[in-house]
Structures are given as C-alpha cells and as structure tokens.
C-alpha cells in the first residue's frame, strides 16, 4: 500500500486533513520533524492555516522546507493546502515581506477590500464558491470536479502566479478574480479547503491519492 505524509508543523487543521485523506484511501503518516524516511512517501501534503511568515518560520524550524524540495525534485506528487499552497510561492506580503518556498514564481498578496465596483466586501473571503476552469482538468486532481462546483474558502491573501499556465482554476469575488488551483508537473495547490468542501474536495482527494 502507499504512504501519503502529511507535513505538521504545528500551524492549520491538520487532523481533518489526515481523516479526509484517509476517508480517500490513503495510508497516511504524519511527521512533525523532517526525516530520510520521509523521501521515500509516495506524496507529500502540505496543509496550512494562518499567516505566510508564521508557518514559513516553522517549516525552517522543522527543516521541512528542504524536504520539501529534495521530494519535489523526485517527481512524486506534491500538494498544498490553503497557506500550504502559498508558501510555494517565491514570496508572501502577510505582516511584511516574506520568502517562500519558491516552487512557483509569484506573489501572495492581499485580497482586494473591495469589488471591481469599489464597494467594499468581507475580508477575509469567506465562504463556498464556484470553481472556473483555466486550463483542462481531466487527468488533473479535479477531473471528477464539475466546473461550477463549489469549494470552501476562507483567506485574507491570494496568490498570483508569474506564469498564468500554472492556473488550473480561479474563483470570483465580487468580480475580482483570485487563483483557486494551481498545476505544473507534480506540484498541486489549492485555496480552498479540500477537507471542508464535501464531494467536490474529496474528489480532489481521491485523485490525489490515486497518483
């Protein structure tokens, strides 16, 4: 059976990320320090809630940013989960200025305090929205997704890829788009909650652990 690793470094929701993974049929082994062993993981997951420079400062700590990147250069699947996906941005601008993981060029940055008619809305975005294909999704992690189906939300800040080919899907908020998904190669990343967004984030999850 295959092993997914599940990256804990004290930060996010990490135990219902490891049960929808399980509930997906992975075998799952959670790590709270990186390790040799853990190259040999089938795939690597990164989940995270909070703030860019906070859970940056613990993966360093834990020493799973060079994990990260050692297993990454394997080719085997790699995914991050709400902050877990904007740490692999080159740089976050939560509470200053910060280096990310620099697995995809680009910026985290605010998301916008008011639509594209300058009312102002909720920050942070919250709440279920429909995902916009933008690139094709069969033999992606959201093939069994319908577009328009809706995933769980809830970020103060967004990423913006350098290179709009990596983008695999988008939301909109009050007419402002912001990147939902993310894919090239093996890498995978996702703002939304995966492990909150019923069928549709399962869905997401099963494929993940078929790869």
């Known amino acids: 059976m ?3 690793t599940v990256l804990d470094y004290g930060i996010g929701n990490i ?6 993974l399980e509930h997906c049929g992975a075998r799952v082994r959670l790590v709270q320090r990186a ?3 853990d190259l040999q993981s089938d795939r690597l997951v990164l989940p995270g809630v909070g703030a860019f420079g906070d859970g940056m400062r613990e993966l360093r700590a834990r020493g799973f940013d060079d994990l990260v990147l050692r297993f ?3 080719g085997r699947p790699f995914i991050g989960i709400c902050v877990g996906l904007q740490m692999m941005f080159d740089v976050g601008e939560e509470m200053g200025e910060h280096r990310g993981l620099g697995l995809i060029g680009g910026r985290v940055v605010a998301v916008p305090p008011t639509g594209v008619d300058g009312r102002p809305h909720h920050v942070p975005h919250i709440g279920w929205r429909p995902l916009r294909p933008v690139a094709p999704w069969a033999g992606t992690i959201l093939a069994d997704v319908k577009p328009g189906e809706r995933a769980y939300f809830v970020h103060s800040f967004s990423g913006v890829p350098t290179d709009d080919s990596v983008r695999l899907a988008d939301v909109d ?3 402002r788009t912001l990147c939902a998904a993310i894919h090239r190669d093996n890498l995978y990343g996702c703002q939304f909650h995966p492990e909150r967004s019923a069928e549709a984030g399962l869905g ?3 494929r993940f652990v078929a790869l």
């Open 15 to 20: 135990l219902n990320v490891v049960r929808a």
């Open 35 to 37: 390790s040799a062993e």
């Open 72 to 74: 990454v250069a394997t």
């Open 173 to 175: 908020y009050d007419g």
């Open 2 to 4: 295959t092993t997914t």
């Open 204 to 206: 997401m999850l099963r």
